[in-house]
C-alpha cells in the first residue's frame, strides 16, 4: 500500500475557515451548554492544536490573531504543510509550527501539554489508526479543563448518502488520472444515473441537495470528499464512547443556535425528548429529529459546570461588534422547528447601537429602549452570533495588529500574483479570530489599507492594472464601491483597518 493510505493526496484540498474552531467560540458554546470555560481565561496566553490542518489558512488566522499563543498544526500531506509554512514565513507569522506528520503514528511527547484542539473534517474521513491516534493525542496533550472542538458526518442524516458516496468513488477508481479528475468524471456518471430515475438517487432530501450542489463544487472539494477509502459517517453515541478514552466529555454543540432546543425542534419532539436523562441518548433522539449532516462537537477534559447567576455575568461581559451593516440585518431566521422572526422592539434598538461600534452585552440590555423587555443574555448573543450577523470581540480596545495586517497583506498579494484561493477570513487583533470573507474582501481591505477607507476606487483600479475605460474597469469600480460602501464599518468596528 501507499504512503496515503487510502486517503486522498495527489491534488491539494479546498481552503476554508470555520468560526466553531475558534477558542473564543467554543467558549461561548461552553457557556451555553452551562459549562465553564476554564481554557479560557487569559486570551492572551493559550495553546491551540490543530489535527488535520490542511492548507493552513485557519490555523495561521488564528496565529496571526492573537500573537501570544502558541499554534501548532499538525497535516498528513507534505504539499499542505510546505504551503502553510511558507505562508507563514512570508508573513513574518513566528508564533506558529506545521508539522508534518500521520496522527496514527505521531508521538504525543513530542508535543506540549494544549488547551484547545480541534479536528475539522478528519474523524469520518479517516482510518481507525488514525481515530486511534486522535484518542491518544487528546488524552495525554490536552490539559484537564482543556476543549476539543471535532466536526464529523453525523448518522442517522448521512444514512442516504452512503451509496451516493460509494458510487462516486467506485466510478473514480475506474478513471485514469489524478483524484479531481476521477471525481470530476464519477460526478457525470451520477448525474446521468439520477437522470435516468435511479431510484436511490431520489430517495433522500440530502441526496437530492447534493445531486444539485455537487457538480458546481470544485472538484478537488469533491476528491476529499467523496473519494477517501475510509469515509464512515458517524453516530454521536459512537463519537463521544471513543474519546471517553481520553476522558473528554461532551458539552454542547459548536453550531450556536442548536444549544436552544426551543428552535431547532417542536414542543412534541421536546416532550418525548425530556422523557430521559441521558445525554447520549437525548442527542441521538435529537439526530433523528434534524436534518444536521455535519455535527460540530464541543468536549472538555474534565466539565465543571458553571451557575446561571455566573453564566449570565460571563456573558454579559462579552463584547460584540456587527458581521453585516444595520441595513442588511436580518430579522428572519429558518430553523428546523420553524420560521422565527427576532422581535423588532427588542432587537432594533440594540443593532442600532451596534451599528455605532462594539458594546457589551450588558450594555446593550441596559439600553432604555431594551429595558425591562428581556434580560437574558444568553438570547442575545445566541441570536446575533447564531445568526453568524455578530461575532465576539477578544480585545475590544485594541487596534490593527503589525501580525494580522501583514497576513491580510501577504494573502491578498498572493490572490493577485499567483491567483491564489481566497483565505476565506481575514485576521484581528482584536476579534482575537478571523472575520469571514471572499477574495475580493480581502483585495478591498488591502487596497483600504494603502490609499484609507475613503480614497476613490479608481485608485483601486490602477493599481491592479485595470484598462483607462471599458465594461470591465467600469463594472470593477461598481463592485468595488458597494463592496466599500457595504463593508467598510464592519471592517472598522473589527479592527481590520
Known amino acids: 500500500m501507499s504512503w496515503n493510505g487510502g486517503y486522498v493526496t495527489d491534488v491539494a484540498y479546498t481552503t476554508g475557515y470555520y468560526a466553531p474552531q475558534t477558542p473564543g467560540h467554543i467558549a461561548l458554546a461552553c457557556l451555553m451548554g452551562n459549562v465553564l470555560p476554564g481554557f479560557a481565561r487569559d486570551p492572551d496566553r493559550l495553546t491551540y492544536l490543530e489535527l488535520g ?17 502558541r499554534v501548532i498544526a499538525v497535516d498528513f500531506m507534505p504539499a499542505h504543510i510546505a504551503e502553510a509554512r511558507e505562508l507563514a514565513a512570508d508573513a513574518g507569522i513566528g508564533n506558529i509550527e506545521f508539522i508534518e506528520a500521520d496522527i496514527a503514528t505521531l508521538d504525543p511527547d513530542t508535543l506540549p501539554e494544549v488547551d484547545v484542539a480541534s479536528a475539522h473534517g478528519l474523524w469520518s474521513w479517516v482510518s481507525d489508526e488514525v481515530r486511534a491516534g486522535i484518542v491518544r493525542l487528546l488524552g495525554r496533550r490536552l490539559r484537564p479543563g482543556g476543549a476539543l472542538h471535532l466536526s464529523y458526518n453525523a448518522l442517522p442524516a448521512w444514512q442516504g448518502v452512503l451509496g451516493l ?184 434598538p440594540v443593532v442600532a447601537a451596534l451599528a455605532e461600534g462594539p458594546r457589551r452585552v450588558g450594555d446593550l440590555l441596559a439600553l432604555p429602549a431594551v429595558v425591562g423587555k428581556r434580560d437574558n443574555p444568553a438570547e442575545l448573543v445566541g441570536m446575533l452570533v447564531g445568526t453568524g450577523q455578530a461575532v465576539t470581540l477578544a480585545r475590544p480596545e485594541a487596534g490593527i495588529g503589525d501580525e494580522a495586517a501583514r497576513l491580510n497583506s501577504r494573502v491578498a498579494a498572493r490572490i493577485l500574483q499567483n491567483g491564489d484561493p481566497p483565505h476565506g477570513a481575514l485576521a484581528s487583533l482584536r476579534l482575537g479570530s478571523g472575520l469571514r470573507c471572499g477574495g475580493n474582501d480581502t483585495l478591498a481591505t488591502a487596497m483600504i489599507g494603502r490609499f484609507g477607507l475613503d480614497a476613490p476606487v479608481e485608485r483601486w483600479a490602477e493599481v491592479l492594472g485595470l484598462p483607462a475605460e471599458g465594461e470591465e474597469r467600469d463594472r470593477f469600480l461598481r463592485e468595488a464601491e458597494e463592496t466599500r460602501q457595504r463593508r467598510g464599518s464592519v471592517w472598522r468596528h473589527a479592527g481590520i483597518i
Open 53 to 69: 490542518c490542511g492548507r493552513g489558512r485557519g490555523a495561521l488566522c488564528l496565529a496571526a490573531s492573537n500573537p501570544g499563543w
Open 165 to 348: 458516496q460509494r458510487l462516486i468513488r467506485t466510478a473514480g477508481e475506474r478513471i485514469d488520472g489524478r483524484s479531481d479528475r476521477k471525481a470530476e468524471g464519477a460526478m457525470q456518471l451520477v448525474q446521468a444515473l439520477g437522470e435516468a430515475g435511479a431510484f436511490h438517487l431520489d430517495q433522500s432530501d440530502l441526496v437530492r441537495v447534493l445531486k444539485k450542489d455537487l457538480p458546481g463544487m470544485p472538484p478537488e472539494y469533491l476528491a476529499h470528499e467523496y473519494m477517501n477509502a475510509d469515509w464512515r459517517p458517524c453516530f454521536h453515541a459512537d463519537v463521544a464512547a471513543a474519546l471517553g478514552d481520553a476522558k473528554l466529555d461532551y458539552v454542547a454543540s459548536g453550531e450556536i443556535l442548536e444549544n436552544f432546543p426551543e428552535l431547532m425542534l417542536s414542543a412534541e419532539q421536546r416532550a418525548v425528548i425530556g422523557r430521559t436523562e441521558d445525554a447520549g441518548l437525548r442527542e441521538l433522539m435529537k439526530d433523528m429529529c434534524l436534518p444536521r449532516s455535519l455535527r460540530h462537537d464541543i468536549f472538555i477534559r474534565g466539565p465543571r459546570g458553571i451557575s446561571g447567576k455566573a453564566r449570565n455575568a460571563a456573558l454579559a461581559g462579552l463584547w460584540l461588534t456587527l458581521t453585516r451593516r444595520v441595513e442588511d440585518f436580518s430579522y428572519a431566521v429558518n430553523m428546523p422547528a420553524g420560521k422565527a422572526e427576532l422581535d423588532r422592539g427588542f432587537y432594533e
